[in-house]
């Protein structure tokens, strides 16, 4: 009997699975790929977030204990050792700080804006909420730039009076959003080389 020799390859039905291994193949590569990338998703939701960098650990122990006292300030650096100082001999060993240009200029939207004065008066109804707050202090200081850049060229006057409308306008706003909170005024300046903090009291207005 004649042995009969097919050639596979060169058969019409070998052509046609050939034809279609190629979209199989690449559908099963990309599931590959699918089933690699759920994997690393799956390990990075089981493997703890590690941070990488230079340590420091603070001598001071962590403590729960809410503050209850807010400190708002103003952001220039070269008053913020002296402010420090301040606060936790005078005030609290570990007050909330609310630090901005310009301090309480803030909260008074004639010295700041609109937009400010409403982010200033979020952040002070949240802390109140959230920290349980019973007493806020407001320091304005000497030979701030956020009043030199608002009121330039007017005098030295001038910008310490509307510093002081600005403490009382700021102690107006607290004691209507939150009656029950106690409020005090500082003004800081410069003396004979030192820094003098000065709380103010109705009589001084």
């Given amino acids: 009997m004649a042995e009969i020799v097919v050639n596979l390859v060169d058969h019409p039905l070998q052509a046609g699975l050939a034809s279609h291994r190629k979209p199989m193949d690449q559908i099963a590569r990309l599931a590959g790929i699918g089933e690699q990338q759920n994997q690393r998703r799956a390990d990075a939701k089981s ?7 230079e340590r ?3 001598e ?10 807010l400190v708002v300030c103003c952001s220039d650096g070269r008053w913020h050792g002296q402010v420090e ?3 936790r001999g005078q005030v609290s060993e570990r007050a909330d700080m609310y630090a901005l240009p ?19 008066e979020r952040a002070f109804r949240f802390l109140a909420e959230h920290h349980e707050l019973e007493s ?3 320091l304005a200081h000497q030979d701030c ?14 910008v310490l009076r509307r510093q002081l409308e600005d403490l009382a306008r700021a102690k107006d706003l607290i004691s209507q959003w939150s ?13 004979n080389g030192r820094v003098v903090f000065t709380t103010i009291t109705d009589e001084w207005e």
């Fill in 102 to 120: 310009g301090g309480p200029a803030g909260f008074n939207l004639w010295s700041s804006s609109f937009d400010e004065a409403k982010v200033a």
């Fill in 136 to 138: 806020v202090w407001l």
């Fill in 60 to 69: 001071r122990p962590w403590s729960d204990d809410r503050p209850e006292t």
């Fill in 56 to 58: 420091f650990v603070a």
């Fill in 85 to 87: 100082e301040f606060v």
């Fill in 47 to 53: 493997t703890d977030a590690r941070l990488v960098g």
């Fill in 179 to 191: 009656p029950n909170l106690l409020v005090r005024r500082v003004f800081v300046a410069r003396e």
């Fill in 145 to 158: 730039a956020y009043y030199r850049a608002r009121y330039h060229p007017l005098d030295e006057q001038f």
